[in-house]
């Protein structure tokens, strides 16, 4: 298996505009998550599903953000309209209970 | 409210000696403990994990030691090699809630030469 694959790796976008990450999961992942990595609030989970289903969002920052998991190997988080202080590293990692499998992430930055 | 605390930022070892690397928690809900290890520009990789019901968890060069009545565990890498200078991630869960763990801010190890 490939392990937990994030699109794009690097994403530079205007203030204002939407921003779309990307990730697919293991191959047989139930559980997939959503954390963001910031210098001053290290490694925060923003939301987490199980079989695609949201099941705990209360990290996710503000109504600017958004994710979804229409499928089992497929979810995206969405912010719209992006704003400067969104920029840092996201992470999605997947699991089959145990331990949780990370993507490479994406480093958003917003001018 | 952090729930899962690494109190030292930065541990510099001797390449060949132990490195010993601690974390606290606060929750007593937690029933599962994993450490993870972070290269720059990479993801964290998961290194090993402890269920509650264990005192201590060995694979290899690394060893994880909990201790419930403190709410205290450790990592400890013998021989420490210079290759395992990285960020180093404490990080806990309710293991029935499916693997949502609650991260420690990370202790970067320098393995000098």
């Known amino acids: 298996d490939a392990g937990v694959i994030q699109s794009p790796r690097h994403e530079v976008t205007e203030m204002g505009q939407e921003v779309t990450l990307r990730c697919k999961p293991i191959?047989?992942?139930?559980?997939l998550f959503w954390y963001r990595q910031t210098m001053m609030r290290g490694l925060e989970l923003l939301i987490y599903?199980?079989?695609?289903?949201?099941?705990?969002d209360s990290g996710m920052p503000e109504d600017r953000f958004s994710a979804k998991m229409p499928n089992a190997s497929f979810s995206t988080l969405k912010i719209q309209p992006s704003e400067p202080r969104d920029s840092a590293v996201y992470f999605c990692?997947?699991?089959?209970?145990?331990?949780?499998?990370f993507g490479q992430g994406t480093r958003l930055t917003v001018v | 409210d952090q729930q899962v605390k690494q109190n030292s930022p930065s541990l510099s070892v001797q390449e060949g000696r132990i490195s010993i690397l601690n974390c606290d928690y606060t929750?007593?809900?937690?029933?599962?403990f994993l450490w993870y290890k972070k290269y720059p520009a990479e993801g964290p990789t998961f290194l090993i994990s402890?269920?509650?019901?264990?005192d201590k968890n060995e694979d290899g060069r690394f060893t994880v030691f909990l201790n419930k009545s403190a709410k205290h565990l450790s990592l400890h890498i013998v021989p420490s090699q210079p290759g395992d200078s990285a960020v180093y991630f404490c990080a806990a869960s309710v293991y029935n809630q499916g693997g949502k763990l609650i991260f420690g801010q990370g202790t970067e190890l320098s393995v000098k030469p």
């Open positions: 402890i269920s509650s019901i264990k």
């Open positions: 191959s047989g992942h139930d559980y």
């Open positions: 929750n007593s809900m937690f029933d599962y």
């Open positions: 599903f199980n079989n695609n289903v949201p099941i705990d």
């Open positions: 990692a997947s699991s089959a209970r145990g331990p949780a499998f």
